[in-house]
């Protein structure tokens, strides 16, 4: 127990300026910091717009017109595309043309890994490339060709470039699908 | 299984699981709403999707989807109401000015980061489809953000709310909130437009239908509180009508192009803030939203949460990015206009932490973002970590930095006597009584006083009353309620002061606040006021539980003070006293305390009861004992005898001498059957028995003396001891 009796403790000392002069600094503080702001952004915003280019909408399913080499005959490669931004994760799969599209992938299908630097390369593996006699390990790069034409008859985007196996290449041409550009919904 | 079916089991354990990993946050001493966000991750791909690839897909296929968005979309509507509803002007009141300055300033600064970390971002993880323009805006939009209702929650729970800091916090969160919401605005119809002049129209379009809303709307609303006057309640049909206008306003403001959540937002805010009226509004509105239709959304947005997709190295350190500039952004801008106000160091840098709360708020944000394809699933996860973590280390850092300081600066104000001047002498005797029932236990705080009284030395007794909080999220924990509750609880402990005797009344100053946690939050406040004595009650419900269960056992643990155990009779008087005596320090404390009452009440008399067993002589008095004997002045000597008795059951004895007395005091010794800790399985027998009101003693400290100053006092006041 305390026996030495205990006082308050000092108040931490206020500064108090005249109020008329607080709000004058105060007002050409806040005047000045919101111009900054304001120029600032003006000015990242035009540098942005001329001089960054962000990566083209590679999301989406592309699928080969025809059989690959070695594969079944009425079977065809599809490759989607999960982009975040210049990091690709895709998925290669072996499908049925008529098929539906089914239930969009798991995480864990899409194996195979790369970027964008102006052309898409993926490497990692295609587990159903085993029933192509092919190793499953697998690199591809593909030139991207967006989406163009009128709405009345449009050219869907595709992609061309080739698969690399060890010692093998297979041609790639491949069209878009699916449209898996976001809607401007909730 | 049929869509409608599997979406109700959705909903099922989306609630089931938000309920449990919000009370396991709650354990942890964080926001339940932060563990709700974290169990709406948890089911979607970040776990669920990982641990379980096949039926994870199966419980939430893509065609239920739509399903919960428009359930997470309507509970939003109504959750933004019930969030303007509880924005009242009273908050603006506090220190205006400076809210002002520091509340923009901790806008600007991380908006100006925000835009300039876009120019790293963008050309790394955004595409085409989105210009600059919109990209920036908006992860400046999401970087300066301050969720109003989280930090509310935390202030409350942190009994800040009436300290200048928290009034200053509440002021900066609530304009904070309201700019961010007009910048997200002026983000989606740049979005939606894809350029700053052609959303123009859109923007004018919005501030017109808010001066309306603000004006006009008002006014309307004021007839609605008019009639809640006339009639006192809200019957079905007003509550109709307004729920109509909810829904009306949200499509005006998304027709306008601006989202659907504003409409409801400005209603909330429009509405009279009648006390009642509100609170009966956000009572019978607010249960529902919170625990069915918010955790949907927060399913939803987990849903859209993947963490998997942060698979490199390189994904990890853009995060880490997006955290340092949310961070560093608000932290730095809020404590660089506090120290430019004139803010004291520690309270600027608590304000900074406290504004860095994004929490819930941000979780809205950065869902529309996604859905208009302003950002990608990776930037939202990213964001969405970097909302958890900021809302996260909130609380630990407040307390780190602040809450103990305040506690004490506060109670300094409340818990002493009014009137001291700072030269006159504090209390140097200090009892604290938690008091949970004012109606029932007017005998404990009667006891405190007399073992406290004000004829030895300046002494105070703080009866102390905790309100817990007990719904996290709603309406009766915003400040202003739990201001209210305070000052309810505040007049009930002052008709129990009130029913005290008049000399003693000036120096019994009652404690309110609010504390989760009582047991944590009492042994906190002893320590802090260096009580000397912790006294509660012990009611006796369930006595077939051995263990004192419950908060007193918890005290009675973690206590780093004495603490006794007030058992009530609801004997009126104290004239006469039993003390069982055994020599440990224990009852030496027992011995203590009883002296102070002799010393207090000067008709009171004390016996002290010997127990020998057939077989065994007489055990010494202790020479502690002896030596405090020997102090005592002779008037209360006088008044103590010893009574020597021989017995084979030393418990029936006690019982059976106490059948003649008013007040028995007890050591927690085995000898009586207490454990020190949790009154063993013995207890049964003494409490239960005892025939006069029992008090239960524990000491902590060997180094405390209760009788210092009442021997010293009667040495100061010239009273012969014999040696």
Known sequence: MNEQPHHRPPESPNRHPS???????????????????????QLTTAYGETNLQAPPNLNGRYLTDAAAPGCPPDSRLALTIQQSGRYLNAALELVN??????????????????????????????PDLASCQQPTDLALQANFQAASGQTSSPTPANLTGQIQFTGQNWPFTAQQQAVAAPTNSH | MSTLVLVLFQVLL???????????????????????????????????????????????????????????QVGLIFFMFLIGLELNPKYLQGQFDKAILISHVSILVPFSLGTLLALLLYPLVSNASVTFTAFA?????????????????????????????????????????????????????????????????????????????????????????????????????????????????????????????????LLGVAMPKNAELT????????????????????????????????????????????????????????????????LPKREASALGWLMN????????????????????????????????????????LLEMTYAKELIRQDLVETADPPGLTPDQVLPTYRILVPVANPQ???????????????????????PLSLIQLQEDYAYESTPLEADRQIAQQQKALQHLVEALPALVQPFVQPIVRVGSDVARETVQIAEVEQADLILMGWHRPA????????????????????????????????????????????????????????????DAVLTILQVTAPDETAAELSYEFRGVMQQLPSTLRSRIQLEPVVSLEPIQAVVQASEAVDLTIVGTSREWGIERQTLGHYTDTLAVECRSSLLIVRRYSQVTSHLASVLSANLAAGQQTIP
């Open chain 2, 137 to 265: 805006l908006f992860l400046g939009a999401a970087m300066s953000i301050t969720a109003f209702p989280v930090l509310a929650r935390i202030i409350t729970e942190n009994n800040l709310q009436g300290s200048r800091l928290g009034t200053l916090a509440l002021t900066c969160a609530a304009v904070d909130d309201a700019t961010a919401w007009c910048l997200l605005a002026l983000a989606i119809a740049v979005t939606r437009t894809n350029s700053i002049v052609a959303a123009l129209p859109t923007i004018v379009e919005a501030l017109v239908y808010i001066g309306f809303m603000l004006t006009l709307g008002r006014q309307f609303l004021k007839l609605l509180a008019r009639h809640y006057r006339r009639t006192g309640r809200l019957t079905q049909s007003v509550l109709a009508c307004i729920y109509m206008g909810v829904l009306a306003s949200a499509l005006i403001t998304e027709l306008i192009g601006i989202h659907l959540i504003f409409g409801a937002f």
């Open chain 1, 97 to 126: 043309p008529n098929a539906q599209i089914s239930s969009p992938l798991p995480p864990r299908a899409f194996s195979l890994q790369g970027d964008w630097q102006q052309q898409i390369s993926l490497a990692g593996a295609a």
């Open chain 1, 19 to 41: 109020p008329k002069r607080s709000l004058r600094t105060n007002l050409i503080f806040y005047v000045a910091t919101l111009l900054t702001v304001l120029g600032l952004f």
């Open chain 2, 14 to 72: 989306v609630i089931g699981l938000s309920r449990l990993v919000g009370l396991g946050f709650r354990w942890l001493r964080q926001p339940l709403v932060i563990g709700e966000i974290v169990a709406g991750i948890m089911l979607g791909p970040s776990l669920f999707g990982l641990l379980a690839p096949n039926l994870a897909p199966a419980l939430f296929p893509p065609d239920t989807i739509p399903y919960l968005n428009v359930l997470s």
């Open chain 2, 543 to 602: 006595f077939s539980s051995n263990r004192l269960g419950g908060r007193v056992g918890q005290i009675l643990g973690s206590a780093r003070t004495d603490v006794a155990v007030f058992i009530d009779r609801q004997n009126k008087a104290l004239e006469r006293i039993l003390l069982p005596y055994t020599t440990d320090l224990h009852s030496d404390l027992g011995l203590e305390l009883a002296l102070r009452i002799l010393f207090n009440q000067p």
């Open chain 2, 357 to 396: 709360t994004r929490g819930l708020t941000e979780l809205i944000v950065l869902n529309i973002g996604l859905s208009l394809g302003v950002i990608s699933p990776l930037l939202f996860t990213m964001l969405v970590i970097m909302a958890l973590v900021t809302t996260f280390m909130t609380s630990p």
């Open chain 2, 440 to 462: 029932s236990q007017k005998g404990l705080v009667h006891l405190a006083a007399a073992i406290a009284g004000t004829t030895a030395q300046p002494a105070v007794v703080n």
């Open chain 2, 279 to 342: 609170r009966e509004l956000a009572e019978k509105t607010e249960d529902f939203v919170l625990t069915f239709l918010l955790p949907v959304f927060f399913a939803y947005s987990g849903l859209r949460t993947q963490i998997g997709l942060l698979n490199r190295p390189v994904l990890w350190l853009l995060c880490l990015a997006v955290l340092a500039v949310a961070i560093g952004g608000k932290y730095i801008g809020t404590y660089g206009a506090a120290r430019i106000s004139g």
